[in-house]
């Protein structure tokens, strides 16, 4: 199975600058390639970062501010450039269809992508498959914004120890696994007989809004949580007038949410010291705090054995 990471191509929000692009994040999941928020420039951060066209299966746009959509045109004529040949689905705020539609096709080229448009206008699921469920949630900002969080299934890990105890070994754990129990010698095994609980992997995407109770719920209990830190405490005035967060409000969703580790990005142009976002988090959240740049990868954190 592929990792679960994330890689970052962009960190900067309103205006790039020498050393950060636009926003663009995608997440490895299984099989799943999620394009969250694609700013200028990302086609070209996605060959930088070595990320394959074919790997992209959704775009998911928060909201139709630039610094979050306007890659979409690029994104969309190279993968259909390059004859993706499975559907891509792209979800976005209902409110901004005309937008989507105009950047989808804002200019002329040989469309050959099925692209599923599948605008997200209420809180709730919008895609649910092997890789667990994908749902949306309200954010609080200038324009309808949505945030993401990904949700995988709790399941059972198997225990080899329990299985040698039970006397199993080759493919009648495959069966067990598959059918729930088997019988043996007369006896009948449980899957729980021989496995442990295995909390499912979380994962949230967050950016523009001001706090609000949408970003603890997207946010609870995140292995990864992506989320803007437009400004720092010293501007917190321009943080609420704005509707955006700072690194200390995103430290502490955090640490009441029970994230593990914190990715800060969506830096204001006018900061030139990433340092002082960790500190600003770092203060009031104990786990691991990364400071989003560009074509960084940051692991889903391992399962807690
Ligand atoms: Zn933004």
Known sequence: MSPRELVVLG??????????????????????????????????????????????????LTHFHGDHCLGVPGVVQRLS?????????????????DHFRALRHACAFHDVLDLREEPVDRDGPIAVGAFGTLSARALDHRVQTF????????????RPDLLDRHGLSGPIVGRLQRDGEVVVDGRTVRLADVSEPRRGQRFAFIMDTRLCDAVFALADGADLLVI????????QA????????TAAQAGRVAAECGVRTLVLTHFSQRYDDPVRFHAEAAAVFSGDVVVAEDLMRVPVPKRRG
């Not at 993401?148 to 299934?153: C, G, I, M, N, Q």
């Open 11 to 60: 960190t900067a929000s309103q205006v790039p600058t020498r050393r950060r692009n636009h926003n663009g994040y995608l997440l490895r999941w299984d099989g799943e390639g999620l394009l969250f928020d694609p700013g200028e420039g990302t086609q070209r951060q996605l060959t930088l970062a070595g990320v394959s066209a074919t790997d992209i299966t959704r775009i998911c």
């Open 81 to 97: 450039l390059d004859r993706v040949a499975r559907p891509v689905h792209a979800h976005y705020p209902a409110s901004g269809t």
């Open 238 to 245: 321009l943080a609420a007038e704005y509707r955006h967060l």
């Open 228 to 235: 803007e830190s437009t400004f720092l405490s010293e501007d």
């Open 147 to 158: 945030g993401y969080r990904l949700v995988e299934p709790d399941g059972r890990s198997i």
